[in-house]
Structure formats: structure tokens, C-alpha cells
């Protein structure tokens, strides 16, 4: 069984011969211990391949100098981050004076792409996140008062952005890619950032537009969202999410009970406890109670987790190890 079959299969709870598992070594992590990631990802071959964590042939990461990085994206949004290859954060938004949504120029993706016919084009790219994006071209603080306060213009802003992604996900349609990726970071550590309802009124048919085409064309839907938000993950299931990326441990296991065989966990193994402090046994325990409570007999878990460069790199070895001892059947 070949990676790509074995994915689909755990996907759709169609009894993959062993539990898929993904490399996900974040820009810094190989800026910094880049022996390690060649290492680990020749030792462990990962079952997925995602375009914009890997260069084409011939070409190498450039070791950034500065400090405190700043740049503009295509939405005009300024981004800014004071560590080397992390993600950084919007700084300066174009939208911050509604009197700029009139004049704003929406980015058109199929333009950018006749623009550079020759350049390498990232499969993941651009980001389908509604609600970070607003939060980019508006202000975070700002965002949730226009939200707050039922502000009309807010209900412009959220579509013309999703008429934008529309035209990414309608140019990944017609690829041969099985999956479409969109995420929003909802959850704060103890709950969702704005009301159930609201999510509902408001963000879920924003989602539901998304998703509609790619479900059309066949493609599955993957969704991420760090923080707890155990509040809208039925609605996400209901909306035909078949993969989704949560930080369950943070949640706690026994809160995803309820869904454990309706969706396909990507898991997000513990980044706030056991890989950066636990012991490498810690690292495999962990691991195999997440793959008991989350996966089943005919699949639904994927084995991931995004590597920071300030992990152990014997807690790095000890999840792959893990991967491969508790996903083998």
C-alpha cells in the first residue's frame, strides 16, 4: 500500500495497513538543526507531501540575518516576526480606517500566477483563513468590536474576502490535489474567542461557501484550529470537514470522545508539555494514549505534529519511533 492510498483510507476509515504519519519541520527547526530533519525524514519517510515545506530541486533556505523580519504579503498586510522562521504577525493593516474597503485592491491569485508562469507555485498558498485574514487586513482588537457592535461594513469586508479565496479554491479544484486546506485559529487556552452563536450566524456560512466547491469536486476537506474549540467541532463535522487539526490534548483526550470515528484526526501531539519537557518515555506514552483514544480499528488518525527548534531532539526521535511501534498493525 503506497502513502497516498494508506492516507486516503485512514481518511475514510477504510482500514489503512498501518497509521499514515506527516513531517511537519517548521522554517526555524531547519534553519537550526537541519542534520536533524534530513536525518529523521530519511529514517521515517513521511506518507504526505506538502509543497510549501519543501524547495524544489537545487534550491536551499536563505539563513535570515535580521532580528525582527518585516513584510507585505499580497493583501497589502504588513507582516512582522522577531524570530528567524517562525510566523510572524500583521503589524500594519490596510483596512484599519474603513474609508480604505472603497478603494482597497483585492489580490486576484490567478493574476499573480500569470504574472510569475515560471516561478514555483506552493500548493498550500494562499492561506483559505477568513477570520485571520480580516484579522490581518482590520486589527484583531478592532475585528472583534466590529463584530461586537453588528457594524454592517464587517458583513462586506467577510465576503469580499471569501470571494477572494473562492478563486484559490476553484484553481485547486481542477489539480489532481486530494485535499484542500483551510484553517482559522478560533480557540484561546481556555475557550473559543467569540460566541457560539455568533461563530454561527456569522463565520460558519463564510465556511460553508469555502467548502462547497471543493466538496463538488471531490476533494476532501482539511481543517486546522489551535486553542480550545470544542464548541463549533460538531458544527465543522456537520459541514463535511473529513480531516481536522485540533490541540486535543489541550482540550483533554476524553472531550473527543464524541467525535472519535465520525472525522479523521491530524493529530497535534502535546507542544506545550510533553515534547518540549517530557522525557523520551513520556514521548511514547503520550503518543499511544493518543492513538487509542482518537484512531479506531479501521483508521481516522494521522500521526503529526509541528517540530519547533527548541524540542529535544530525543523527543523528536522518541515520537517517530512511537509513530511507527503504535500505528503498525
Known amino acids: 500500500m503506497d502513502s497516498r492510498e494508506r492516507t486516503r483510507r485512514a481518511i475514510l476509515f477504510d482500514r489503512p495497513d498501518r497509521v499514515p504519519f506527516f513531517h511537519r519541520f517548521l522554517k526555524a527547526t531547519q534553519l537550526r ?5 534530513a536525518d529523521l525524514q530519511a529514517r521515517y519517510p513521511g506518507d504526505m507531501a506538502e ?7 537545487g534550491l536551499v533556505a536563505a539563513k535570515e540575518t535580521s532580528t525582527a523580519l518585516e513584510t507585505t504579503d499580497v493583501w497589502g498586510c504588513t507582516i512582522t516576526t522577531g524570530v528567524q522562521g517562525l510566523q510572524g504577525i500583521a503589524t500594519k493593516f490596510p483596512l484599519a480606517d474603513w474609508r480604505a474597503l472603497d478603494g482597497y485592491s483585492w489580490p486576484d ?33 478592532t475585528l472583534l468590536m466590529d463584530l461586537a457592535e453588528g457594524d454592517p461594513r464587517v458583513y462586506e469586508l467577510r ?12 484553481m485547486w479544484c481542477q489539480t489532481d490535489v486530494d485535499t484542500i486546506n483551510f484553517q482559522d485559529d478560533w480557540g484561546s487556552q481556555r475557550s473559543l474567542l467569540i460566541r457560539p452563536a455568533l461563530w454561527r450566524s456569522f463565520f460558519r456560512p463564510a465556511y460553508e461557501r469555502l467548502f462547497a466547491p471543493a466538496r463538488q469536486a471531490g476533494k476532501l476537506i482539511f481543517f486546522h484550529s489551535c486553542g480550545t474549540n470544542l464548541a463549533i467541532l ?7 470537514v473529513n480531516i481536522i487539526n485540533v490541540q486535543h490534548s489541550m482540550m483533554g483526550l476524553d472531550k473527543m470522545a464524541p467525535f472519535r470515528g465520525r472525522v479523521c484526526f491530524l493529530t497535534q501531539m502535546d507542544g506545550q508539555h510533553v515534547l518540549p519537557f517530557g522525557t523520551p518515555a513520556e514521548v511514547r506514552q503520550h503518543v499511544r494514549e493518543v492513538f487509542a483514544a482518537l484512531g479506531t480499528v479501521e483508521g481516522g488518525i494521522i500521526g ?20 511507527v511501534e503504535f500505528g503498525s498493525r
Not at 33 to 37: A, E, G, K
Not at 113 to 120: A, F, G, N, Q, S
Not at 159 to 170: G, H, K, P
Not at 234 to 240: K, Q
Open 33 to 37: 538543526r537541519p542534520q536533524m530533519v
Open 51 to 57: 509543497v510549501c515545506w519543501y524547495m524544489p530541486p
Open 109 to 141: 491569485f490567478r493574476s499573480l500566477l500569470r504574472r510569475e508562469p515560471r516561478k514555483y507555485h506552493a500548493a498550500q498558498y494562499p492561506l483559505l483563513n477568513p477570520f485571520e485574514r480580516m484579522q490581518d487586513l482590520r486589527g484583531m482588537e
Open 159 to 170: 465576503d469580499q474576502v471569501v470571494d477572494a479565496m473562492l478563486v484559490a479554491v476553484a
Open 234 to 240: 460538531p458544527d465543522l463535522i456537520e459541514m463535511g
Open 304 to 323: 503529526y505534529a509541528p517540530i519547533m527548534p527548541d524540542y529535544p531532539p530525543e523527543n523528536v526521535e522518541a515520537l517517530y519511533a512511537a509513530y
